[in-house]
């Protein structure tokens, strides 16, 4: 009688075929998940608020430097401030009025760390409404 020799491989084949039926049911079903898509409003689409109260603008120079624009008839020039400046000033006007509206306007090559650090000092003295001013989109 002859010996059986004892094979010591492992016969990947079944593995493989397993794979390849996976990669296609991956294939299949992947352009059927439909991630979850968020659709932002665009400046064109966005109509203006009728405002009782003019708000104050903030500035932010391509420097780094912060000026204050009062829309209030009768207000002064654009001036320059420094971030403990604006803060008291917005401080002041939130004690009138605590629906004080506050418009931050940045040049397109300020770093987003600025205009995020004055977001920051306005939210910390609990300013409600604080928008970003943009440019209308040209059509």
């Known amino acids: 009688m002859r010996q059986r020799k004892l094979v010591n491989q492992i016969n990947i084949v079944p593995y493989v075929d397993v794979m390849l039926v996976l990669l296609v049911i991956f294939m299949v079903t992947a352009p ?69 509206p506050v418009v931050i306007s940045a040049d397109k090559d300020v770093r987003y760390e600025e205009v995020m650090r004055v977001m920051d000092g306005l939210q910390k003295l609990d300013v409600r409404r604080v928008g970003l001013m943009v440019r209308p989109a040209e059509q």
Do not use: C, F, H, Y
Not at 45 to 71: C, F, H, N, T
Not at 73 to 96: F, H, N, S, Y
């Open 32 to 100: 059927l998940v439909n991630p979850g898509l968020v659709e932002l409003p665009s400046v064109a689409k966005s109509a203006p608020l009728p405002q009782r109260v003019a708000p104050l603008e903030v500035l932010i120079r391509r420097d780094g430097a912060m000026l204050l624009r009062e829309r209030a008839p009768g207000a002064r020039e654009d001036r320059p401030v420094t971030m403990p400046e604006l803060l008291a000033i917005v401080k002041e006007r939130q004690a009138a009025d605590p629906d004080q």
